[in-house]
DNA sequence: CCTGGAGTCTGCCCTCGGGGACGAGTCAAG
DNA sequence: CTTGACTCGTCCCCGAGGGCAGACTCCAGG
């Protein structure tokens, strides 16, 4: 039971390469049951088999060799289960990004293009919004504005006043990991800002437009393309740009049909 | 319009980092229009941004530079739309061994721990099976056993045969890529082989035997576990090993639920 | 013309889990 | 004792860049 045997030996009987198994003893993971200080020989014991199956079980899962030395080191099953848990949450959200990834190639495969936008320039109207301005990081995006907008609705059915358009969104100012927004509804009768909003006449006229049929994280693409497109047109930003929700996420149902338009008001110079 | 700007500006124009824009040139995804000879600086004009974002596009789908730089050199777009569909796969497959992952990172955490399988010994009655042996390698291994079964199963019934049990797979040779199988299933009433089978006398006798419940493919690491516990009980491995199909997959349906016996013939040494 | 600050260059080290090769030392059987 | 198999540590490699260091370059203001 307490035979010694070789790193060659052990590998054939676990099933990993000895390149594996120098790995897991300098990580921690694995460290033989003697080493011999003249030779620096690696000598394990069958009972170790054990363990090194378990590592080359978590590996088939690509768990990351810190996450399984935790679980080695976790005596109590209960809270094995709960690190397994943890990898689980991982490994879900890998395969919706994947899955997400998949569906974005194959809109590609459908358009035939890898991205093309119409672009063009248009005037536009002035318009009065009522809005809200706030900073959200980029990943609580969709919370956050699903709250402002309804919010601003909330606002303007109080006031006695009535939409007059499709919400739209201002992206005012972009730093790298904050982003200041204004989540805005164009606006009929009313006079005056309830507390905490904002009423004020959107500047209008020229703009680079476009639209964007797709889920809204695409926007970010979108919105490249129209920047490239102003830069290579030989116009001038002027302003912040916006988009403007066509139609609703909430009746629409499939992200693939939401309608965007991206305006980016522009100067010819 | 043929404006050139330094990698700075073209960067934050097409929203990849310095350092990326450095990488494609140097790998050939996207040269800069021009280099100054004498200082080594990058310009780039605008209208290169709209290659730079098919670039961001693809990569934030993870596809490799080799495979963009296929893309981007393909004028064809019916064939930019194989090269997608390449890739379309690629990712589908990649969803499905992740699919696979979280199945069994489930089943550990439903049974609480990484693998548990009961092992104990068993003395098996010898058998006469009908069986036919060939070579596959790893992968094509559920496909060719496939066929062999129905095989099998064709020539017991023509030779006026009938199966005596659940059928077995035998693990004769296991070199790296290939390996030796013979697919057979215990058979009462013939006294001579078909042609092209074998009739044949399976030794019974002491063995190491565990049942695995779950997907096929979880089947080698239940041999390993054997394996060492045959080592760690310091018995003796004593011919091939085993594995009888107690149920039907085309019957069962769900691989979570396949029941496999691994024998695994030992002497006390 | 000079200077300072911002921008850019190349080159090196790091990631993660090992695979492959190299030269030197070690073990065990004959 | 020899020989062949085994094992040791070390270095380089994979992909797609991130981070840093040190040197060079550009441009605007004085």
Redesign the interface.
């Known amino acids: 039971?307490d035979e010694l045997m070789p790193i060659g030996r052990f590998s054939r009987?676990?099933?990993l390469s000895i390149k594996a198994l120098r790995v897991y003893d300098d990580q921690g993971l694995l460290h033989p049951a003697h080493v011999d200080p003249d030779s620096g020989y690696r000598y394990y014991t069958?009972?170790q088999?054990?363990t090194?199956?378990?590592i080359?079980?978590?590996r088939?899962?690509?768990m990351p060799l810190a996450s399984i030395r935790e679980?080695l080191a976790e005596p109590d099953?209960d809270r094995?289960?709960d690190l397994?848990?943890r990898?689980?949450m991982v490994?879900?959200q890998?395969?919706d990004r994947?899955?997400h990834?998949?569906n974005?190639?194959?809109t590609?495969?459908r358009k035939?293009?890898?991205?093309a936008y119409e672009i063009t320039t248009r005037d536009t109207a002035p318009t009065e919004v009522l809005g809200t301005t706030y900073p959200s990081s980029v990943d609580s995006l969709p919370q956050t504005s699903a709250v402002a907008y309804h919010r601003v609705y909330a606002a303007i059915a109080e006031a006695g006043g009535r939409p007059a358009g499709p919400p739209r969104m201002v992206y005012l100012e972009l730093a790298d990991d904050t982003w200041t927004i204004e989540a805005c509804v164009p606006v009929m009768g009313l006079s005056q800002a309830p507390d905490g909003f904002s009423l004020h006449q959107v500047r209008g006229g020229l703009a680079a437009v476009t639209r964007h049929v797709g889920p809204y994280d695409e926007l970010?693409?979108a919105y490249?393309?129209v920047?490239?497109w102003i830069?290579?047109q030989?116009l001038t930003s002027n302003g912040a740009p916006y988009d403007v929700y066509l139609n609703d996420p909430s009746e629409v149902g499939d992200p693939a049909k939401l309608e965007t338009e991206i305006v980016w008001p522009v100067t010819r110079s």
Request: net charge negative; with cysteine; glycine share 6%.
């Open positions: 039971m009987l676990c099933w069958p009972d088999a054990a090194a199956r378990v080359a079980t978590l088939t899962l690509d679980v099953p094995v289960r397994l848990d990898y689980r490994l879900e890998r395969i994947h899955r990834m998949l974005r190639v194959e590609f495969i035939g293009a890898v991205m970010g693409l490249r393309e920047e490239a830069e290579a030989g």
